[in-house]
């Protein structure tokens, strides 16, 4: 069993390549576009690939078995990638493909979510974009997995470790009262990369989607509440109304910052974080997704919702 | 979901059926509801109010005190709208203790039905509920490291000075939790409807309904299979004793008990304890928890010493000089003197007492605040920040005195009195139901605890060496009682108890003589513990919908799960 990583440099990726040859040395590739040190100081074979351009994927499929597509990119992008990525995997003759989707998919919907519930009808580009690659994953012909992981949270989060502790710090999130009430789908990055596991060993999981969330949510609030602590953003701040007010206020100015400094490729100048009204929306959202059937055909293990804050408070602390 | 019964057409007539009914959207009735969400109980809940305040709703709380000197107007203290009470209360919360549920036979009609633990464990819930953050009241727990002590050194036998009080940010239950009620579907919230009449099925125990009004002129009912009342210590009373269509005393009155032993607290401010010891080792203000939360020790009077010396529950606190003396010099305590007419009623009583603003004391407070122009213009720009800008407010005036010289915050049990009554009065309101009467009496013991506490607390202090605590026994009952019933804790009116005889509850809860017919709130209190009772009013409220859901009725005949 020979496993491409595509996306080997992601977030999710890169964690993903170090646990298959962690637990297999010489078992994976790392497909990416630039060669890591880390990798080569291990030892791990490294595919340079570019899943935009098909060409570059015949080599690093090459006695592949198994392939978990990783690759991050743009909406516009992600269709052509993966139709590339599934072409390229079908000459190849790849016996099992994982592809990793995004919650997104459902758009707005509140309630209980199951791995077959209908996608949304509101989802924005992004989710539309990760429909389309799930119907293509679907058709492929190969033998699939898809994974849609909720908010990955933990060492390496930027969104939802980091960016959650930034703001908790700057008495910008806190105590959420009324506002924060919805439930927090959040699952640690390493239970991701033990379903990607889980989904390219366990025979049962193919041809079939699973929503990867934490199986007993708690509120926003409380999460807030015990990421704060954790990181000793302490005595935890509540969010008075004039608050909110100022940030809806400054979040499209903030928003267009970012978009200009990383345009302009002023990497290094520091924009505080947005809190947009679609962000702050998702602290109230009452939805929880049913783990039944991940916990029956995946059946990976859990870290205790307690130890992830831990994990995430650690990494987060020792940012630089 | 919500419906505004004033401006809902065709609700004239009609009767709502739903399988569990709770008359009241305060603390009690709101906690209670939520319990219910994604249950397989349909609730009807009665908010006698609308969403905000409106005058014309509070009018229905007008009624008759019997002696003004000892209870504010009816109008005051209490907040008919949706949340209730909860749209005014300061967030004072601490749990009941064990020795207040025990029977003390000197003190008559002290009694719960039920043991401590069995509130007690609905602590942690009610905490969460009123966002005090962990539930833990004890100082060397509640702040890593333990909270700061009030005066270093002094470890009095008589009192714990370990036991803390935590404060709600404070929360407004109706905008706090209304949203969660609102996206409930199997939750019927019922604004600016109102309770006037309890009916039972004919000759039956079981109550098959409850009759409603609107200002708008609209009559209709709600059947049920179980109904709580939820409405607070007076108007709870006032209810049952208004239900006079099938006991012509009131439901749940056959024992004339119904609205006796009203209980509030014996709470004032007096004494000078002067501490001999450095300023700098006196600390007599808040502390916040990781959480959040503000945290403040005060003196409890141990239960041992409770039980030795014969007396009730009590509790002190260090405070600042008296506000009207502008002898304290501070500019600050003049200035919010001063500032008394922008202050809210409930407020302005605490702080200023009964004195009136003569003159020659305006002058000699302006003075104070001149003289400190500073000083009081940073301590308002402070207040504005912690006060007015934050959603976790700062819970009280902390000024420390000049002279090392506090003043003695008390906060004592009232001791059961069944002459201590909620009746009705003559005048009717809007609805043409009789207004609560409110006849407030308070009992010999009351002050003398307090007589018996200030000097344990001399003695310790001259024990210690530390601080002399000067007090005049005969100012006893007119700082105690200069504001009479003390704020808004309305108490025991439809008491707890074994038997009929002794409550007009039992310990579930249940009005005796009823099959279906709940209380919840502080008007199931038998006593009322030197605590503020709104965290217990929520635990009870837990227990009981813990107790609703642990057993189901069977279907009435007259009733039937909602269409």
């Known amino acids: ?320 | 979901m919500f419906e505004d019964c004033a401006t809902a057409s065709g609700l004239g007539g009609s009767t709502l059926r739903t399988m569990l009914c709770i008359i009241g959207a305060g603390p009690a009735g709101i906690s209670l509801a939520l319990q219910f969400i994604g249950t397989a109980t349909d609730v009807v809940l009665v908010a006698g109010g609308a969403l905000d305040h409106e005058s014309r709703m509070q009018a229905l709380y007008a009624g008759e005190v019997a002696d003004e000197a000892m209870h504010s107007p009816l109008t005051e203290y209490r907040h008919r709208q949706f949340g209730g009470s909860s749209a005014t209360w300061g967030g004072r919360c601490l749990p009941f203790d064990p020795i207040d549920f025990e029977a003390r036979p000197w003190i008559d009609g002290a009694c719960w039905p039920i043991a401590h633990e069995e509130i007690a464990r609905f602590y942690p819930a009610a905490s969460a509920l009123a966002e005090i953050g962990e539930p833990v009241f004890d100082a060397r727990e509640a702040i890593p490291g333990g909270m700061r002590e009030m005066a270093g050194g002094f470890a009095p036998r008589a009192f714990d000075l370990d036991r803390i009080e935590r404060f709600s940010p404070p929360t407004h239950f109706g905008r706090r939790y209304g949203e969660r009620l609102r996206r409930a579907p199997n939750i019927r919230v019922l604004l600016n409807a109102h309770a006037v009449q309890i009916e039972r099925q004919a000759g039956s125990p079981r109550i098959g309904r409850v009759k409603l009004c609107t200002l708008e002129g609209a009559e209709f009912s709600v059947a049920a299979e179980r109904f709580v009342i939820a409405t607070g210590g007076i108007e709870t009373a006032r209810l049952l004793l208004a239900s006079r269509r099938d006991d012509a005393t009131g439901i749940g009155n056959a024992r004339d008990l119904v609205g006796r032993n009203y209980l509030c607290h014996i709470a004032g401010t007096m004494g000078r304890l002067t501490f001999t010891r450095p300023a700098s080792e006196i600390f007599h203000g808040y502390e916040r928890a990781r959480d959040g939360t503000y945290c403040r020790r005060r003196m409890a009077l141990r239960p041992e010493i409770q039980r030795e010396k014969r007396i009730a529950n009590i509790v002190m606190r260090l405070h600042h000089p008296r506000l009207p003396d502008p002898a304290h010099g501070r500019g600050i305590l003049s200035a919010i003197f001063l500032a008394k007419p922008f202050i809210s009623y409930e407020y302005s009583k605490r702080l200023h007492g009964g004195d009136a603003l003569t003159a020659g004391l305006f002058l000699r407070h302006a003075r104070n605040v001149l003289r400190e122009p500073f000083d009081t213009a940073g301590f308002l720009a402070n207040w504005a920040r912690r006060r007015r800008l934050s959603a976790r407010k700062f819970p009280s005036l902390i000024i420390a005195p000049r002279n090392n010289s506090y003043s003695l915050d008390i906060h004592a049990e009232q001791v059961p009195n069944p002459e201590s009554r909620v009746t009705l009065g003559s005048a009717l309101d809007a609805f043409g139901q009789p207004q609560a009467r409110v006849d407030w009496r308070h009992r010999p013991l009351d002050l003398e605890s307090v007589r018996v506490a200030l000097h344990a607390l001399k003695d310790e202090l001259a024990r210690w060496g530390g601080g002399i605590l000067e007090f005049d026994e005969a100012e006893i009952p007119d700082a105690m009682l200069s504001e009479g019933a003390y704020g808004g804790h309305h108490i025991g009116t439809a008491r707890m108890g074994r038997s009929p005889e002794e409550g007009v509850v039992d310990a579930d809860g249940k009005v005796f003589g009823t099959e279906n017919l709940y209380v919840a709130g502080s008007a199931t209190f038998p006593t009322s513990s030197q605590a503020n009772p709104t965290l217990t009013i929520l635990a009870c409220a837990l227990r009981l919908a813990a107790h609703l859901q642990s057993r189901r009725e069977h279907p009435a005949i007259e009733t039937g799960r909602a269409a």
């Open chain 1, 1 to 320: 069993m020979i496993t491409l990583v595509a996306g080997a440099s992601g977030f999710v990726g890169s964690r993903v390549v170090h646990a298959l040859h962690s637990r297999l040395p010489g078992s994976v590739r790392a497909g990416l576009r630039e060669d890591r040190a880390d990798f080569a100081r291990l030892g791990i074979c490294q595919s340079i690939m570019d899943a935009a351009r098909p060409a570059t994927l015949p080599p690093a499929l090459d006695g592949v078995t198994h392939v978990v597509n990783a690759i991050m990119a743009s909406p516009a992008a992600m269709i052509g990638t993966t139709r590339n990525l599934l072409a390229a995997a079908q000459a190849a003759g790849v016996k099992r493909f994982v592809h990793l989707s995004s919650i997104a998919v459902f758009g707005g919907q509140e309630g209980l979510i199951r791995d077959d519930s209908p996608y949304g009808a509101d989802v924005d580009a992004y989710g539309a974009a990760k429909i389309e690659c799930e119907r293509l994953v679907r058709a492929s012909g190969l033998e699939w997995v898809i994974l849609r992981p909720a908010l990955i949270h933990g060492a390496g989060s930027e969104p939802w470790t980091a960016r959650i502790g930034r703001l908790l710090r700057q008495r910008r999130l806190g105590d959420l009262a009324e506002r924060g009430d919805g439930l927090c789908n959040l699952i640690l990055v390493e239970d991701v990369v033990a379903a990607i596991l889980a989904a390219l060993d366990r025979p049962e999981a193919a041809g079939h989607a699973f929503n990867l969330a934490d199986p007993d949510p708690v509120t926003w609030n409380r999460y807030l509440m015990d990421f704060a602590l954790e990181i000793g953003a302490t005595p935890v701040h509540r969010l008075p109304g004039w608050q909110w007010k100022v940030e809806k206020l400054a979040a499209i100015p903030l928003k267009l910052t970012a978009i200009a400094r990383d345009k302009t490729k002023l990497g290094s100048l520091p924009v505080p974080d947005a809190i947009t009204p679609g962000f702050a929306r998702l602290f109230a959202l009452d939805l929880r997704y049913d783990p039944a059937k991940a916990d029956r055909l995946l059946g990976f293990p859990r870290t205790p919702h307690a130890e992830g804050l831990r994990r995430a408070a650690i990494w987060f602390a020792s940012r630089r």
